[in-house]
């Protein structure tokens, strides 16, 4: 079927909007019309190449919208649900079948190869193949191919073109804290980066009970929004050592922070910034080959860094969970949204890069 789609061409290029063919769902595809889609900063890394995602691809992971088909095999939805798309996994690798898929040990070739599992492609331009199944979806389109493992069905009362941030960013922050951190009420917490990642994450830690938030970032109007979002305290890195701050909020240093940032100086800070015992999570993408230097005798002090994918949520158990405290008002996460039309996803991926949005929706 002819559907309309942004195609970037080459690494580094624009997203040009353009018609392309798409092939029907197979037996465990589910064909899905776009409501809207989330604009993340991963979709902007793979533009610039620094993912192994092929081009030219059709970008575009945080979808939302109306089952239009299923496959023969598909059992979880059917047409006229609306569903929420998420990354993929294999299901059958150990971590899959622990129940981890954001572990999923085939996740990098599922999720940036620009195929299927079995290396076909869902898109062409006049025979030429354009690489799309980016996180088993490629979502910058008015419809897209995606699994049954990584469609969500969501409840039909709640708009659909709010629902889109949930499948990676939203979830990620939120999951961050909740799931990778498993932060307790009473302890403490600091926050490297206040885009929409690090909103959800400090809304996440008003939801655990976290006592103390900290936030961190160079921009006065991303601390204003922190204190909206629940930050009980705040600190302009770019004006201050943000390590000697937390130290002294916090006696000596803090239980846990969270990096958003994807810069090494500022992940370094992060870790400098625990208390004995702490936990450190790394949520920022940097391109693939970037190092950070620590001092080992910080780590051996009982000191702890994990790696954050996705939030180490299961979508199909973790969205209801985050639309479910939406509707109890404890998670505003749509106040973080600011929408364009699919037309304007240029402006939008300058926006973002600027900090001028915090989450730009694409509705095509």
Same mark, same amino acid.
């Given at each position: 079927?002819? +559907?309309?789609?942004?195609?970037?061409?080459?690494?580094?290029? /624009?997203?040009?909007?353009?018609?392309?063919?798409?092939?029907?769902?197979?037996?465990?595809?589910?064909?899905?019309?776009?409501?809207?889609?989330?604009?993340?900063?991963?979709?902007? $890394?793979?533009?610039?190449?620094? @993912?192994?995602?092929?081009?030219?691809?059709?970008?575009?992971?945080?979808?939302?919208?109306?089952?239009?088909?299923? #496959?023969?095999?598909?059992?979880?939805?059917?047409?006229?649900?609306?569903?929420?798309?998420?990354?993929?996994?294999?299901?059958?690798?150990?971590?899959?079948?622990?129940?981890? /898929?954001?572990?999923?040990?085939?996740? &990098?070739?599922?999720?940036?190869?620009?195929?299927?599992?079995?290396?076909?492609?869902?898109?062409?331009?006049?025979?030429?193949?354009?690489?799309?199944?980016?996180?088993?979806?490629?979502?910058?389109?008015?419809?897209?191919?995606?699994?049954?493992?990584?469609?969500?069905?969501?409840?039909?009362?709640?708009?659909?073109? +709010?629902?889109?941030?949930?499948?990676?960013? !939203?979830? =990620?922050?939120?999951?961050?804290?909740?799931?990778? @951190?498993?932060?307790?009420? #009473?302890?403490? !917490?600091?926050? *490297?980066? +206040?885009?929409?990642?690090?909103?959800?994450?400090?809304?996440?830690?008003?939801?655990?009970?976290?006592?103390? %938030? +900290? #936030?961190?970032?160079?921009?006065?109007?991303?601390?204003?929004?922190? &204190?909206?979002?629940?930050?009980?305290? $705040? !600190?302009?890195?770019?004006?201050?050592?943000? %390590?000697?701050?937390?130290? &002294?909020?916090?006696?000596?240093? %803090?239980?846990?922070?969270?990096?958003?940032?994807?810069?090494?100086?500022? *992940?370094?800070?992060?870790?400098?910034?625990?208390?004995?015992?702490? =936990?450190?999570?790394?949520?920022?993408?940097?391109?693939?080959?970037?190092?950070?230097?620590?001092?080992?005798?910080?780590?051996?002090?009982?000191?702890?860094?994990?790696? $954050?994918?996705?939030?180490?949520?299961?979508?199909?158990?973790?969205?209801?969970?985050?639309?479910? @405290?939406?509707?109890?008002?404890? *998670?505003? *996460?749509?106040?973080?949204?600011?929408?364009?039309?699919?037309?304007?996803?240029?402006?939008?991926?300058?926006?973002?890069?600027?900090?001028?949005?915090?989450?730009?929706?694409?509705?095509?």
């Amino acid at each position: 079927m002819k +559907i309309k789609a942004a195609v970037v061409r080459e690494a580094g290029g /624009p997203f040009v909007i353009d018609d392309v063919e798409l092939e029907e769902p197979r037996s465990n595809e589910v064909l899905v019309r776009i409501e809207s889609t989330g604009l993340c900063h991963t979709d902007l $890394v793979a533009r610039m190449g620094y @993912l192994p995602m092929p081009h030219p691809c059709v970008l575009g992971h945080e979808g939302a919208g109306v089952v239009e088909k299923v #496959g023969g095999q598909v059992t979880k939805v059917k047409p006229g649900d609306h569903v929420a798309t998420s990354f993929i996994s294999c299901g059958t690798c150990t971590c899959c079948r622990q129940g981890m /898929p954001a572990w999923c040990g085939e996740f &990098k070739r599922l999720n940036f190869g620009g195929r299927r599992a079995d290396g076909s492609t869902t898109l062409k331009k006049d025979g030429q193949t354009i690489y799309g199944c980016f996180f088993g979806q490629s979502t910058f389109a008015n419809y897209s191919l995606v699994t049954e493992r990584n469609v969500v069905k969501v409840p039909t009362d709640v708009p659909l073109e +709010i629902l889109s941030p949930l499948g990676c960013g !939203i979830q =990620t922050g939120a999951g961050g804290v909740i799931n990778s @951190l498993k932060a307790q009420p #009473g302890s403490e !917490i600091a926050i *490297f980066g +206040i885009g929409s990642v690090g909103l959800s994450a400090i809304m996440a830690a008003v939801v655990s009970g976290c006592t103390k %938030i +900290i #936030g961190i970032d160079i921009l006065d109007e991303r601390l204003e929004k922190a &204190k909206e979002f629940g930050a009980t305290h $705040v !600190i302009n890195s770019g004006r201050a050592n943000p %390590i000697e701050e937390i130290q &002294k909020l916090t006696n000596g240093g %803090i239980q846990y922070t969270l990096e958003c940032t994807g810069i090494p100086q500022v *992940f370094r800070q992060a870790v400098d910034s625990l208390m004995m015992g702490g =936990t450190c999570g790394l949520i920022g993408v940097a391109p693939v080959g970037v190092e950070v230097s620590l001092d080992m005798q910080t780590i051996l002090d009982a000191r702890t860094i994990k790696g $954050v994918v996705e939030g180490d949520c299961n979508p199909d158990i973790f969205i209801p969970q985050l639309i479910e @405290l939406y509707r109890q008002g404890r *998670f505003p *996460f749509d106040r973080l949204i600011k929408f364009y039309s699919l037309e304007q996803i240029n402006e939008a991926a300058e926006d973002s890069e600027k900090g001028k949005t915090l989450k730009a929706v694409l509705k095509p």
